[in-house]
Nanobody
Framework: VQLQAFGGGLVQTGGSLRLSCATSGFVFDDYAIAWFRQAPGKQREGVSSIRISNGDIYYTDSVKGRFTISSDNAKNTVYLQMNSLKPEDTAVYYC?????????????????WGQGTQVTVSS
């Protein structure tokens, strides 16, 4: 099982980024894919998750209306479109897969993780 997160970068407040999580080695639509983030000195926080098989989607409250999770089943890839970014969104973002789909979510609920991608929002 492999997950690879990429697409992070440096943006100004109000800007946008799209993160991608490319997956391989498992049946893509059998599990949930989640995005987490971790800011310095803070716990890893669930941001959004999607179960490909039924399209159920969840967001943590702080990103509702700004972030959108989606999937491209042909590419086994999940995306996180992040709009109206704020400095408090600054963190390392990770994607993960596991049986649980929902927010809030704990990192322990997910079995496999990709490497993180840094998102920095300047004020």
């Amino acid at each position: 099982v492999q997950l690879q997160a990429f697409g992070g970068g440096l943006v100004q407040t109000g800007g946008s980024l799209r993160l991608s999580c490319a997956t391989s080695g498992f049946v893509f639509d059998d599990y949930a894919i989640a995005w987490f983030r971790q800011a310095p000195g803070k716990q890893r926080e669930g941001v959004s998750s999607i179960r490909i098989s039924n399209g159920d989607i969840y967001y943590t409250d702080s990103v509702k209306g700004r972030f959108t999770i989606s999937s491209d089943n042909a590419k086994n890839t999940v995306y996180l479109q992040m709009n109206s970014l704020k400095p408090e969104d600054t963190a390392v973002y990770y994607c993960a897969t596991g049986p649980y789909n929902g927010m809030p979510a704990k990192a322990s609920m997910y079995n496999f993780w990709g490497q993180g991608t840094q998102v920095t929002v300047s004020s």
